[in-house]
């Protein structure tokens, strides 16, 4: 039952290259699959990197499902008195990048509202082994930089959960981030072993494929880390166009005068000219070469102008969905609604392969 987390990154971009080029041809044979912690507000890597990954699927005609995973919150955060007030700003982001609750392909969720769902957890820990759960890479590195002393054990069996999110719906892709290949493969096993073992063989569950993102990961202001709330380097899709040009202005470049695209030797530098680049089209180089000689301030402005008005329709909108509480909701009663239905129909199946229907 034991296997190792061995698949080269390398190998798992190839497998998604193929996966993105099938998905463009065939988009109604997929069920995507994929979401987020709501542990605070969204910044502009969040946008970049997957929300509009995300919006690019749905609108190729996939169905697309995205499950707020709240109950994994209390899995490394002390605090849970802002859960509610995250969702609703996540599913704000969400509809303001343009995923579409209107659209009947795609629904939102908070997972602790779908009791069906949960209950898929108990079969599918029976299919893990503990020193597979503690061997997970990934989770080994969140209880290090939580600096945990107390592990619980929803750290340990969230990957499972995760599964459960996946699974429930049947979701053949999900779109992922590295840090989250090692859950996927746990997903993978689990569909795998409950077919061997509980269903004979019979297809019960997929098995989901990681979908990896080709955005540029996105470092912080500080040009050194990757951009995060909690670093303080962080663009905020909320924050105003006066406090983004703030931001902007104190983020870190270097010392030389003439502006030229150097990712290795010049990664602050290089990494302001990406994120002009994500919000203009043209090439990092090429925008290097028209500053030159115009030097930091001129970056600097250059980015300012770029990210604001590109960032415009999506404040606005979310502007607007902050006024409207009672419609962000009815979307997610909608959604868990949807989700409720698709879990049961999957929780009944479980039960009849089981043997556990009276
Ligand atoms: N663990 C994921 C994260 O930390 C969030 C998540 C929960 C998720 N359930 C999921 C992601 C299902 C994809 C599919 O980002």
Redesign the pocket.
Known sequence: MEETFSETFEAALEKSRKLEADLIQNPAKYKI?????PTGRLHIGHLFGSLQNRVRLQNLGVPTRI?I?DY?VLTDHDSFENIAQYIQQLTIDYIAAGLDPENDRTFIFP?SHVPELNQLLLPFLTLVTMSELDRNPTVKEEIQAAGLSRINAGMYT??V??AA??LFCK?TV?P??K??LP?LEITRQIARRFNERYAAKQSVFPEPQPLLSKAPMIKGLDGGQKMSKSRNNAIMLCHTEDETAKLIKKAKTDGERVITYDPVNRPEVANLLMLISLCTGEEPQAIADSIGEGGGGMLKNRLTEALNEYLRPHRAKRAELEQNPEYIQQVLRKGIAKAREEASATLEEVRQVMNMVI
Not at 33 to 37: K, V
């Open positions: 699959l994929t979401g987020d912690r499950v995973a994994q997972h969230y990957p959960h995760q999110d996946i979701g999900v992922v981030g840090d989250q859950h």
